[in-house]
């Protein structure tokens, strides 16, 4: 069960009789009745709260590492192998459950690629988008001109960018302030 601190609950003088769960920027949140008593937000909540994480634990089933690992070298051959002049690198891919601003990063210097886990939500494109993004720079470690043709072989970078651009948007409450302030990195 959810801990009290995790879940929100808010009470809507609109809503008379039916309760909802959804997660808002990572979080739990509750819509409830406003007139519902504590007694039957404890009876009523907790079954709900877990329908809803047992769902959202399907929809996010994890993906091994090794799984990850080779979607990776698939991505590489599809959509990078023809553009650069070396073999793929060492390198190491894992999903990252810190990343709340970024939805990857590499460190080209050891070859480890971490994934924001929120992409597990998402299109497998906009995810390959993220992968293919991180693997170019394995052989670019800025976002130089070589780097931005090495990405554009991925055939729907420009449709996972606003993808991921109209997430974020949503994401800060339709603030103007988000761009540039989530980037692939």
Not at 2 to 23: K, Y
Not at 42 to 57: A, G, N, T, W, Y
Not at 75 to 101: H, I, M
Request: glycine share 4%.
């Amino acid at each position: 069960m959810v801990a009290e601190s995790e879940l929100e609950v808010r009470r809507s003088a609109r809503r008379t009789r039916t309760l909802t769960v959804f997660r808002e920027r990572g979080r739990l949140v509750a819509l409830v009745p406003a007139r519902m008593t504590a007694a039957q937000e404890r009876e009523l909540l907790p079954p709900l709260v877990e329908r809803f994480l047992v769902k959202e634990s399907r929809r996010l089933a994890p993906v091994l590492a090794d799984e990850l690992s080779a979607r990776a070298v698939d991505l590489f051959q599809r959509y990078l192998a023809e553009r650069v002049s070396a073999p793929l690198p060492g390198f190491t891919v894992k999903w990252s459950t810190n990343q709340q601003r970024r939805w990857g990063s590499c460190t080209s210097s050891t070859g480890a690629i971490r994934l924001s886990a929120r992409l597990r939500t998402m299109p497998t494109w906009v995810s390959d988008y993220v992968l293919i993004h991180e693997l170019a720079h394995l052989f670019e470690p800025n976002h130089s001109v070589a780097f931005r043709r090495l990405e554009a072989g991925y055939p729907k970078a420009a449709e996972a960018k606003a993808f991921l651009a109209g997430y974020q948007h949503a994401q800060d409450g339709g603030d103007d302030d988000w761009l540039g302030a989530e980037e692939v990195d």
